[in-house]
């Protein structure tokens, strides 16, 4: 008899299928008179799982946090399939219902047996197993229990069974046995070895996991026979057969490729701990939709060796981000925060500061042809994207049809500095060198930005000259405001990139641009397409995308129009599906002048022009007629000396218009003439440089600092 009690101890303690661990904040000691609540097992559970929410509650997706072990959110007993508990009571507890913690009935059965066999034979009850899984006192060791764990498992299952119901100590328990490998809970089991929620877990697939808790890391074979045995005593449909298939296959797949994440980069970004739910600015919809319009271009794109992109969405008024889409799900390459060539679409910010500082009008004439600049390693010629020229255009012509020789012109006449400064007005931050390391090509953008730098950057235009941050956090504090650019030429930069008929010289009037509601767009596309930009607002959102190959290799004949401007397209439709973009009022200060051109070189037209610098008649006046000036430096110029270009070959270059028959005298020095450009060693201070006539008199002067 005594060898009989021994081994009722044994074997009511012997607690099969014990998960690895207890609910966080649940455990108590083996001498605890009391135990916890079902309250604080839930309260105390932790998911593996971290849950992105979007601006309105709605799940966007998880990130697993905890890689020790997979938790998927609590579930509760109505929201699992009454198969699986019908499976378990008759693998695990057939009179669930009728003891009270623990079986004696059973335990008594299996000690009498067990004294003929040399491997013994358990007999723990769901209630006791629960037990073990709340208490890590009571969790087996590698040479199973002590003699007081039994005891207390036993004591502890008695106390769960007198305070809790049934259906309580039931889905506790399913939520926190392990069934297979890393996966605990009913959660992260149906939906890991059958892609699905637990409500939707069928009888097979429930006997499949009954058969699981007495051995997770049984062999497949064992699994299914075990099953096969379950499906007979319950008198399922099921055939063996049919449950050997089901069970290799769940078995072959652990984990079972989930749906494609839509926002793993903002999950990465606002994650860091199981059982979270975060909200943030993504509208949910509004994500998947953009990710899946890229992926499907990025698909109609492959033959043309382009794999990658990213989009991003603003709300202009917040500066909250509504879509973050960093890569079309295919990598962990952060396509929005990564650094890449801005190409053209860094020409709105220049064209902006030369209207600002009022050296050009959107109507001025600019001189499109073959130009040449001597720098400090050579020359620097720049061509256009179809390597044509169109000889003299407007500025409107110009920046809507992306033309690069007046850009670079625009640049001379702006400065360097100046327009360097400028694009970190507007939050381009990652322009880290300094102006003399990009060059005149700055001007083309061959500066590396981000793709969220270059959308607010685009949103500051959108709201006329007044920057302010992003964020992901809803409901932020208001963020500081500032205003960057002038909103006069804000606006005018704005109507000219929603002109279509100005895009039409290189784009043609029927394009991806060309949206059926008021929207200012601008393409770019960096050295050797490798990178693929489309950038544009409406009165309500900036969308920013980007196409490429995050490996840096070229595309093949993939332009702005046909690379990024489709996601584009794509995006902006959908955001405006109820409601159309509408065109901004004009700010003060700006006007509506009639002009025309002599010679005709454009059409005549209604133009938008800082209020001041309006003219009826644009005339081309021959470089034979034109007023001496000179171009470069600029009035109140700084000009930084780079540290780390030799002293022996560092060189500023004079550049003037109409200089022939002048020449060039600096703080009262005669240097030489002026129908070229001049090279000269720069040297710390002020200056003031002059053109002279050839008899010694002062033309024109500007003054300039060197630091």
């Known amino acids: 008899m005594k060898l009989i009690a021994a081994s009722l101890l044994a074997l009511a303690g012997a607690a099969h299928g014990a998960g690895p661990g207890a609910a966080p904040g649940a455990a108590r000691g083996a001498d605890a008179s009391t135990v916890p609540t079902p309250e604080q097992v839930r309260a105390g559970y932790r998911s593996s799982e971290a849950e992105l929410l979007d601006r309105n509650g709605q799940p966007v997706q998880s990130l697993r946090i905890d ?75 590698a040479k199973g229990r002590s003699w007081g764990q ?213 109507a001025s004439v600019m001189d499109d042809t073959a130009i040449d600049i001597s720098t400090p390693t050579g020359l620097y010629i720049p061509q256009n994207y179809d390597k044509e020229f169109k000889g003299h255009v407007s ?49 083309l953008g061959s500066a590396e930005v981000t793709l969220l730098e270059l959308s607010n950057a685009y949103r500051t235009l959108a709201n006329g000259g007044v920057y302010g941050p992003v964020t992901l956090a809803p409901h932020a504090a208001a963020a500081s405001t500032r205003r960057v650019l002038d909103g006069r030429a804000a606006f005018i930069i704005g109507d000219i990139l929603s002109d279509r008929a100005a895009r039409s010289l290189t784009f043609g009037l029927k394009n991806e641009l060309a949206t059926t509601f008021w929207s200012a767009v601008k393409t770019g596309t960096s050295k050797d397409m490798r990178d693929n930009w489309c950038m544009g607002y409406t009165d309500r959102y900036t969308v920013g995308v980007w196409v490429g190959n995050f490996d840096g290799q070229s595309m093949w004949d993939v332009s702005g129009v046909s690379g990024a401007a489709p996601v584009w397209r794509d995006v902006m439709d959908y955001l405006h599906r109820g409601q159309a973009g509408r065109a901004p009022q004009a700010p003060a200060g700006v006007v509506r002048q009639q002009i025309v051109y002599q010679p005709a070189l454009e059409s005549a037209r209604g133009e938008w022009f800082i209020a001041g610098t309006e003219s009826p008649v644009i005339a081309l006046v021959q470089e034979t007629q034109r007023a001496p000036k000179i171009l470069y430096p600029g009035e109140a110029s700084i000009i930084a000396i780079d540290p780390d270009i030799p002293d022996a070959i560092q060189r500023v270059f004079f550049q003037a218009q109409g200089g022939k028959g002048l020449s060039w005298r600096l703080d009262g020095a005669d240097l030489g003439q002026a129908n070229t450009d001049y090279a000269w060693r720069p040297v710390p201070g002020p200056h003031q440089l002059a053109l002279i006539d050839s008899n010694a008199q002062v033309v024109t002067t500007t003054r300039f600092h060197v630091r």
């Open 67 to 141: 890689m020790k072990v997979r938790r998927l959110p609590w579930v509760a007993l109505a929201d699992i399939s009454p198969s699986l508990p019908a499976a378990v009571l008759q693998a695990e507890d057939q009179r669930f219902y009728e003891h009270g913690g623990v079986d004696w009935s059973a335990a008594t059965k299996a000690a009498w047996d067990n004294l003929f066999r040399n491997r013994p034979r358990g007999a723990s009850t769901i209630t006791m197993q629960l037990a073990a899984q709340l208490d890590p006192h009571l969790q087996a060791s």
């Open 150 to 362: 039994k005891w207390d498992q036993i004591k502890a299952a008695r106390e769960i069974d007198a305070s809790w119901t049934k259906p309580q100590i039931m889905e506790a328990y399913l939520n926190l046995v392990s069934f297979r490998g890393e996966l605990q809970g009913v959660g992260a089991a149906a939906r890991g070895l059958f892609g699905k929620a637990p409500s939707g877990l069928n009888l097979t697939e429930s006997m499949i996991l009954a058969s699981l808790l007495r051995g997770p890391g049984a062999a497949p074979k064992v699994v299914w026979q075990r099953a096969c045995a379950l499906s007979r005593e319950l008198k399922a449909p099921a055939t063996c057969s049919e449950i050997e298939l089901r069970t290799m296959i769940a078995m072959s797949r652990p984990l079972l490729a989930a749906d494609l994440p839509p926002a793993p980069q903002v999950a990465q970004q606002l994650l860091t701990s199981g059982g979270q739910s975060v909200r943030s600015t993504l509208d949910a919809d509004l994500q998947r939709y953009a990710q899946t319009a890229l992926r499907q271009q990025l698909m109609s794109l492959r033959a043309r060796n382009v794999n990658d992109g990213a989009v991003v969405v603003l709300d202009n008024a917040s500066g909250e981000i509504l879509a973050y889409v960093g890569n079309a799900g295919t990598g962990e390459v952060d396509g929005v925060a990564a650094l890449r060539q801005a190409g053209s679409t860094l020409k709105p910010f220049l064209y902006e500061l030369a209207l600002e500082r009022r050296l050009i009008t959107a």
């Open 395 to 443: 500025v409107r012509t110009s920046l809507a049809s992306s033309l690069n020789v007046p850009a670079v012109r625009t640049l001379v006449m702006t400065g360097m500095d100046r327009f360097y400064e400028r694009l970190h007005d507007v939050g381009l931050n990652s322009l880290t060198e300094s102006p003399d390391y990009y060059g005149y090509s700055l001007a």
